[in-house]
């Protein structure tokens, strides 16, 4: 393992929550000051603006979109807001775009199209796009080979969420062979993350965090092909039947160490090691906090790493 004194933190999930965006700002300049990797956020909320406020706030660190549904604004829309955020942040934005989920779009009256053909479309229109000046880097939300190898043949990187870390190597192993001197190629996770002495109450946490995931059959198929498939039949019984409270009893403890990292701080940097030996060139720790919120979460983060 790395001495602490070379080991480079890692990056961390960032959600503007309604009513303290203010406090969010801030934040990210405690994070940028504490010297962690970058900043990337989901699509709770609105990430585009507060990557926005994050190029304001911030001078040096990097930050994206972790990610950006392509359906919830128009393909120049996006051009015009991405373009706008990389050049006030002198290129340290990445946009990250994903399809979203089925329910998702349903909720907001959006029937979306084929994943793989509509992000070629939007990757192609965005690029196309006139009169929106310099672009950023395009990195693509992918779980299954086929978003992996688009990611590989049209983007900058990939990002990963709650992926099986046992299951990375194998989903990797699809993405072309790169040319010397070429760019490294961006491969980020969102890894559910719970730092706390009780392990037991790390897990109890995360189960509850991921139990709206396992709802989702693009998420189930995944973790089916990374080798869960009794859970995740057990998950669809239960869903079946109705009953919600057996969902989170459906996830073993051998599934939660695979797709997240808990328990006390001293097997955070193991396990961060063990996801940059799988491929995984920026974990992204989305942290969670045992009878807290998220200012509580990032407390116990920052002190795993003083």
Request: proline fraction near 5%; charge should be neutral; glycine fraction near 8%.
């Amino acid at each position: 393992m790395k001495s602490q004194t070379h080991f480079e933190k890692p990056a961390l999930s960032l959600a503007a929550v309604p009513g303290r965006r203010q406090r969010t700002l801030e934040l990210a300049k405690e994070i940028e000051a504490r010297g962690y990797s970058g900043i990337y956020c989901p699509s709770f909320g609105d990430c585009m603006s507060l990557c926005l406020g994050i190029a304001f706030v911030t001078d040096r660190i990097k930050f994206g979109t972790s990610v950006a549904p392509i359906y919830f604004r128009t393909v120049e829309d996006f051009a015009q807001n991405a373009s706008f955020i990389h050049e006030v942040s002198k290129g340290r934005f990445q946009f990250g775009i994903g399809v979203s989920h089925e329910p998702v779009l349903a909720s907001r009256g959006i029937k979306g199209g084929q994943p793989l053909k509509a992000i070629r479309t939007f990757v192609d229109q965005f690029r196309a796009t006139r009169r929106a000046g310099e672009l950023p880097p395009i990195v693509l939300a992918a779980l299954r080979k086929k978003m992996i190898m688009l990611a590989g043949d049209i983007s900058s990187g990939l990002v990963f969420a709650n992926a099986a870390r046992s299951y990375m190597t194998e989903s990797l192993s699809v993405l072309p062979t790169l040319h010397p001197g070429a760019e490294p190629f961006f491969v980020g996770n969102m890894i559910p993350t719970c730092i706390d002495s009780d392990l037991s109450a790390c897990r109890a946490v995360l189960r509850k965090t991921l139990t709206n995931y396992v709802r989702l059959p693009n998420y189930r198929n995944y973790w089916k092909a990374a080798g869960y498939t009794e859970e995740m039949n057990d998950v669809e019984q239960a869903l079946l039947q109705g009953d919600d409270d057996r969902v989170e009893e459906c996830l073993s403890d051998r599934w939660l160490a695979d797709t997240t990292i808990a328990g006390p701080r001293n097997r955070l940097r193991e396990s961060l090691e063990a996801w940059a030996d799988v491929g995984v060139t920026t974990p992204i720790l989305v942290p969670s906090s045992v009878g807290g919120g998220q200012l509580q979460a990032f407390t116990a983060l920052f002190k795993a790493f003083d």
